[in-house]
């Protein structure tokens, strides 16, 4: 099993920036799609992005494309999450995931990262 943690996150006025980290521990050979998701009450997880472990490829959602970076942190098994140019609509919970396809639903995921608050005010 994939154990995830997550740091960073917190309260950014609109046109800010934040960045989140998730280091991860365990089988870490299993790590492949190591994804970022996002979560408000009442709603489904939403597909963030996702980097490639294997070759660093990375994919977003449209919501985010060109405003969020996501990325790797060698040599520690970590990736982070840059986020710029942020938006009230960006408020949300922010959870790390590694899945074995890489894909943008939740189902193949199955090691998650504990969430992070993130809150954009306008």
């Known amino acids: 099993q994939v154990q995830l943690v997550q740091s960073g996150g917190g309260l950014v006025q609109a046109g800010g920036s934040l960045r989140l980290s998730c280091t991860a521990s365990?089988?870490?050979?299993?790590?492949?799609?190591m994804a970022w998701f996002r979560q408000v009450p009442g709603k489904n997880r939403e597909f963030v992005g996702f980097i490639s472990w294997n070759d660093d490829s990375t994919y977003y959602a449209d919501s985010v494309n060109g405003r969020f970076t996501i990325s790797r942190d060698y040599p520690e098994n970590a990736m982070s999450l840059q986020m710029n140019s942020l938006k009230p609509e960006d408020t949300a919970v922010y959870y790390c995931?590694?899945?074995?396809?890489?894909?943008?639903?939740?189902?193949?995921?199955?090691?998650w990262g504990q969430g992070t608050q993130v809150t954009v005010s306008s």
């Open positions: 365990g089988r870490i050979f299993d790590l492949y799609s």
């Open positions: 995931a590694n899945g074995r396809a890489l894909v943008t639903y939740t189902s193949v995921y199955d090691s």
